[in-house]
């Protein structure tokens, strides 16, 4: 190459470079990944999205509602993990990539079949369907567009998808998909349909009142509003809006980029999501109203910090967010909210503000409050029949602890306790202990902690019986009792019938369940060796995939399943089957 070819093509490099980083967010980065499919990109779900007490950490390509697409490595690479798990993330392979990024591929259906038999094999020398493998550098190597997989609903998947992320190599800390520049079409701004407005100090009000305020927004000729004319504040002042991104030839609700709130054109408070280790995701129950989450289901991200909230999204939070209105004047507020690809939202509205009242700090009215929690110390709580303990950093907050006893029926194990309020999220776990009244002694080991769901549905925590109580830890308040489990799991055989003749690649499939504390493992034997079935747990699906391979004599075989719950109590499936 001359040196006139030479400088062509690095001026073209330099300006396809430019273009990457000004045709995406403020977090681009040039990179030469490549589409993970061979379909028209489209996303049900983006980066940073809000999901059960997480931030999501990639992007959902759809797959045409079905499984079996091709999946194509982004880059050149090799696998340097495979994971699989009956719920998570189900199938995943990860490439290893040069320049630092690693790309993550989940809930797949398949892998290629020298991965396949790699997997089987480990599987079968840990017996186990769960494996977590590391595979030696460079035995599985795929160059940029090649076919790694199929895609597929594994997991915790509630529909065929692939989950697709780039993370980190070095920290394997997840990045928004979307900085790199994949050729993915948006043209739609985020809406934005709630503004919340928050007293947060002991004398703050807003429109005369201590408690939170929700407003409902409204878009007119291009912009968005409030009915409400005019906001009364006093005092120190937290804000929040629900808003959602939408994005080409979708109707899934996605996760806006960036948002900020300026107050007389002073920024008060700037986040934006670029990166999100894995260690603080669990901060999005900070970020977010947790409480409204759980009432309305109305996902409010705050425009202000918790004083817990470790987390780095926060590009600017003066004062964590909170303004101070102590005068008599007018101010004007503006949140604006934009995707990845430049397109905003702005929501302005105005603030009277008004002098706080001097007075004492209210004094809560809930005969329930029996203390008050610090996020920043050790809690305990003890009231005779239950003990509370709440480690230092397991609140975002102080709050005022609530605890209620609600007698229970006659004959049961305890009286029902009220632990504070569900509207209440937590970072860490807490330590529960409960005194039992009439447990025989024979069932210590099968006693648990359990709640009712919403839907009036037994959920166990598990617990064991040590000095009179039973104790285990929890991720949530709310109401507790202890009930037992003496009885195994269910085992149901849908696609099996005894003495019947199946071939090589026919798949049987199986029922397991345990409606109170749970399936703990699962094992399936076939003529007394260990033999892989796969779960689901979703489903509560067990099945075995005949195995010409393995199961190499024709005839009748015996066919064994044992699942174990929480309790360990033990169920057995025995049956026989004939193959040809």
């Known amino acids: 190459m001359n040196f006139r070819v030479f400088l062509c093509t690095m001026w073209s490099f330099f300006l396809y470079g430019m273009v990457s980083f000004q045709t995406a967010g403020q977090g681009s980065r040039y990179s030469n990944f490549s589409v993970p499919l061979d379909i028209p990109l489209y996303l049900s779900g983006n980066y940073g999205e809000i999901r059960s007490s ?83 550098p460079n035995r599985f190597v795929y160059k940029k567009g090649e076919m790694i997989g199929l895609s597929g609903n594994s ?27 994949f050729p993915i ?6 809406r934005i349909l709630w503004l919340a407005v928050y007293p947060l100090g002991n004398n703050s009000q807003v429109n005369g009142s201590r408690e939170k305020i929700l407003l409902q927004v409204f878009s007119r000729n291009g912009s968005y509003v409030l009915n409400e004319s005019l906001i009364q504040v006093s005092g120190e002042m937290g804000f929040g809006i629900e808003t959602y991104d939408f994005l080409n030839g979708s109707s899934n609700r996605c996760s806006p980029y960036t948002a900020m709130l300026t107050i007389d054109e002073q920024v008060i408070c700037h986040f934006r999501l670029d990166s999100i280790p894995f260690d603080m995701t669990a901060y999005v129950d900070s970020h977010i109203d947790y409480g409204e989450k759980v009432q309305s289901g109305r996902i409010i991200q705050k425009l202000y910090v918790d004083p817990n909230n470790k987390l780095g999204i926060y590009a600017t939070s003066t004062d964590r967010g909170i303004f101070r209105f102590s005068d008599t004047l007018l101010h004007q507020a503006r949140i604006t909210v934009a995707d990845v690809y430049g397109n905003e939202s702005v929501l302005s509205f105005m ?8 007075s004492p700090a209210p004094v809560p009215k809930d005969s329930s409050v029996v203390s008050t929690f610090r996020y920043d110390d050790l809690n305990v709580f003890e009231d005779g029949d239950v003990r509370v303990v709440v480690p230092e950093d397991a609140l975002y907050d102080n709050i005022y602890f609530q605890y209620e006893k609600i007698l229970s029926c006659t004959g049961c194990l305890s009286d029902t306790f009220a632990v ?28 648990f902690i359990a709640r009712k769901d919403k839907d009036g549905k037994m959920v166990g925590y598990g617990g064991e019986y040590r000095n009179g109580f039973v104790t285990t830890q929890l991720r949530s308040f709310g109401r507790f009792y202890l009930a037992i489990d003496t009885t195994g799991p269910v085992i149901f055989p849908l696609r099996f019938m005894e003495n019947g ?66 309790q360990d109590n033990i169920s057995h499936f025995r049956s026989s089957f004939k193959c040809k």
């Open 420 to 447: 504070h309020n569900v509207y209440t999220p937590l970072h860490k776990s807490y330590i529960l202990s409960i005194n039992p009244k009439n447990l025989p002694s024979e069932f210590r080991d099968k006693v």
């Open 155 to 181: 997991g915790n998947s509630t529909g065929p998808h692939l989950h697709f992320e780039v993370r980190d190599l070095g920290t394997s800390t997840p990045l928004n998909v979307l900085n790199f520049n």
């Open 185 to 190: 079409v948006d043209d739609i701004s985020p």
């Open 54 to 136: 997480h931030f999501h950490a990639g992007v959902d390509f759809k797959t045409e509602q079905v499984e079996g697409k091709k999946i194509l490595a982004a880059a050149d690479g090799y696998v340097g993990r495979i994971n699989i798990q009956s719920g998570s993330y189900g199938n995943a392979v990860y490439l290893y990539h040069p320049g630092g990024y690693m790309t993550v591929y989940a809930h797949l259906k398949e892998f290629m079949p020298e991965v396949e038999e790699y997997v089987k094999e480990n599987q079968y020398r840990r017996k186990s369907f769960e494996v977590n493998l590391f595979p030696e």
């Open 501 to 566: 003749q199946y071939t090589g690649g026919q798949m049987l499939s199986f029922t397991i369940k345990d409606p109170e504390s749970g399936i703990r493992n699962y094992n399936g034997y076939i003529d007394g060796e260990w033999t892989l079935f796969k779960y689901d747990a979703k489903n509560d699906l067990l099945t075995y995939l005949i195995d010409e391979e393995r199961l190499t004599k024709s005839g009748t075989h015996q066919i064994e399943i044992i699942v174990t719950d929480d």
């Open 351 to 358: 603030l009277k503000s008004s002098l706080p009242e001097v």
